[in-house]
């Protein structure tokens, strides 16, 4: 077998290792799932926002919400703020990407909601303006990052930050802690 494999996945599970052994980030993933179960339970949303894998990210976890996860439930009001293309493309143009998602924000964002921005970086401008936003309404700001929280982490009402700084790494430990959410959301809910 390629070494270059077993590399790959070694990091892979070092990185989810790392995360397991830490006990102030698993505090702050069981914060979380405690802020969305209370937003459902008053009535309220949760929106994502990413770019790139961060954005197929944000609408995986969406669609485990909305849809369903492990039980046949009620839908949740959870959605991925990227997904009108055309809304998208035209702020982008007639403003600045950096308010594609503040823009939105500002229209469907409504306090006791939950943001949810995703960035390996924690430095994304779009995804910090939506924080932003998110603030001044009143709404739960929840980062998803990479060791260092970026930028973001000044605007997260609750910070994961993933213990790494190797793009791939972090992005799977999101979709994984995104997992574990859901589940245990739903878990609780139904």
């Given at each position: 077998?390629?070494?270059?494999?077993?590399?790959?996945?070694?990091?892979?599970?070092?990185?989810?290792?790392?995360?397991?052994?830490?006990?102030?980030l698993l505090s702050?993933?069981?914060?979380?799932?405690?802020?969305?179960?209370?937003?459902?339970?008053?009535?309220?949303?949760?929106?994502?926002?990413?770019?790139?894998?961060?954005?197929?990210?944000?609408?995986?976890?969406?669609?485990?919400?909305?849809?369903?996860?492990?039980?046949?439930?009620?839908?949740?009001?959870?959605?991925?703020?990227?997904?009108?293309?055309?809304?998208?493309?035209?702020?982008?143009?007639?403003?600045?990407?950096?308010e594609v998602y503040?823009?939105?924000?500002?229209?469907?964002?409504?306090?006791?909601?939950?943001?949810?921005?995703?960035?390996?970086?924690?430095?994304?401008?779009?995804?910090?303006?939506?924080?932003?936003?998110?603030?001044?309404?009143?709404?739960?700001?929840?980062?998803?990052?990479?060791?260092?929280?970026?930028?973001?982490?000044?605007?997260?009402?609750?910070?994961?930050?993933?213990?790494?700084?190797?793009?791939?790494?972090?992005?799977?430990?999101?979709?994984?802690?995104?997992?574990?959410?859901?589940?245990?959301?739903?878990?609780?809910?139904?």
């Amino acid at each position: 077998m390629d070494s270059s494999i077993q590399e790959i996945l070694q990091a892979a599970i070092h990185t989810k290792q790392n995360v397991l052994n830490n006990k102030v980030l698993l505090s702050e993933i069981e914060k979380v799932i405690n802020v969305i179960v209370r937003a459902f339970q008053n009535d309220k949303k949760v929106l994502f926002c990413g770019n790139g894998g961060s954005a197929a990210d944000a609408q995986h976890l969406a669609a485990e919400l909305s849809g369903r996860f492990y039980k046949d439930r009620e839908p949740l009001d959870a959605e991925a703020l990227h997904v009108n293309t055309s809304y998208l493309t035209a702020v982008a143009n007639d403003y600045s990407y950096n308010e594609v998602y503040s823009r939105i924000v500002k229209a469907k964002g409504r306090e006791g909601d939950v943001l949810i921005g995703l960035s390996t970086s924690g430095n994304s401008q779009n995804i910090i303006e939506a924080l932003k936003v998110a603030q001044e309404r009143g709404m739960h700001t929840i980062g998803f990052t990479g060791e260092t929280g970026g930028k973001m982490k000044e605007y997260c009402e609750y910070l994961i930050n993933v213990p790494s700084m190797d793009t791939p790494r972090i992005q799977e430990c999101h979709i994984t802690i995104g997992h574990i959410i859901c589940e245990l959301v739903e878990k609780q809910l139904f």
